[in-house]
């Protein structure tokens, strides 16, 4: 059974703060893929990040970046110096990997508020 | 338009009534999927079409949830006899269907059943 847990339910920073949505996951498959998404109170979900289970190496774009550490099932997400706009809830998901992938299962999303 | 669009934006409808919900996929995409998301949780799965067919049906809750895509496009999601549990934003998302490519989602419909 695929699983994502996320156990930040809401958080809240001062602009120009660095924050981190913590992400951890549960799978047997050996090759999964896992995502990060942005939802804004429009509704609308954004893809951030595909990551595939075979490359460890972190990412930086801009001012968001990803750890991910098979060793410890997760795959964190930071912001550096959060903006007002960066307010939405983030859900990270997990695929499995194969022909086929298509179904993904989310956490149940991090409420990012970001105060000015 | 560019983007996935979804029909209507918002739906209210009584108890036992039946419903219908529309999604156009981004042009071009061949795979289009159904995600339910009820207040405070992410998206589940739903079902999952490859062109005209239904390649996975397995996170439809019931058989009063129903959807097609008879021309390879165009997707409508039917739920018959509503219930109140059935509240929830409806997402629908496509991609080119390729293998874990990019899924691109709609703004959802919020269905309420009152």
């Known amino acids: 059974a695929q699983k994502v847990t996320q156990a930040q339910t809401e958080i809240s920073v001062v602009e120009k703060e660095d924050v981190t949505l913590d992400c951890v996951y549960e799978?047997?498959?050996?090759?999964?893929?896992l995502f990060w998404y942005k939802q804004p109170p429009s509704g609308e979900l954004v893809f951030l990040i595909r990551?595939?289970?075979?490359?460890?190496q972190n990412e930086i774009s801009g001012r968001y970046s990803w750890n991910f550490q098979k060793s410890t099932s997760s795959f964190n997400f930071t912001i550096t110096a959060s903006q007002v706009v960066d307010s939405a809830v983030y859900f990270c998901?997990?695929?499995?990997?194969?022909?086929?992938?298509?179904?993904?299962?989310f956490g149940k999303g991090t409420k990012l508020s970001v105060i000015p | 338009g560019a983007g996935v669009s979804q029909t209507p934006s918002n739906k209210v409808t009584e108890k036992g009534k039946y419903v219908e919900l529309r999604c156009d996929p981004i042009?071009?995409?061949?795979?289009l999927y159904w995600y339910r998301q009820s207040l405070g949780q992410g998206p589940e799965f739903l079902i999952y079409?490859?062109?005209?067919?239904?390649?996975?049906d397995s996170g439809l809750p019931n058989d009063r949830f129903f959807a097609v895509r008879p021309e390879g496009s165009v997707s409508t999601l039917k739920i018959q006899r509503t219930e109140r549990g059935d509240s929830a934003v409806y997402l629908c998302?496509?991609?080119?269907?390729?293998?874990?490519?990019?899924?691109?989602f709609g703004q959802g419909t919020r269905l309420t059943v009152v």
């Open positions: 998302a496509s991609s080119s269907g390729q293998t874990n490519t990019e899924a691109f």
């Open positions: 799978t047997r498959d050996t090759t999964y893929y």
């Open positions: 990551r595939n289970s075979f490359d460890e």
């Open positions: 998901a997990l695929g499995p990997g194969g022909a086929g992938s298509y179904q993904l299962t």
């Open positions: 042009s071009g995409h061949t795979a």
């Open positions: 079409f490859q062109g005209t067919g239904a390649a996975d």
